[in-house]
């Protein structure tokens, strides 16, 4: 079986709740001991709420690395006639 990337993958009860928890948990306690603290996330999957705040529901990362973009960007790099800049915004849908 494969990673389709469909909500139920992420928010099914195959899901590791205590993984997710512990995140949470993490992320909240550094954010509240050191409010000046940056949390990354290193992410291929798409995970949504990444970074949305622990409040919130999310796991309270505050930046996401999406490894997926580089790793797009290099298997299509000679193939694609779409700039850098633009082929970004198009995968992380800020256009």
């Known amino acids: 079986t494969g990673f389709s990337g469909d909500y139920s993958e992420y928010f099914g009860l195959q899901v590791d ?23 990354i996330a290193e992410d ?22 999406a490894m997926a973009i580089p790793d797009k960007w290099i298997q299509v790099k000679g193939f694609c006639s779409l700039k850098y800049p633009f082929f970004f915004f198009f995968l992380t849908n800020y256009l």
């Open 17 to 39: 709740e205590e993984s997710l928890v512990y995140l949470m948990l993490s992320n909240h306690i550094l954010h509240t001991l050191y409010p000046n603290c940056i949390t």
């Open 44 to 65: 291929v999957s798409g995970m949504p709420a990444l970074c949305r705040r622990v409040e919130e529901g999310g796991l309270g990362f505050d930046y996401r690395l």
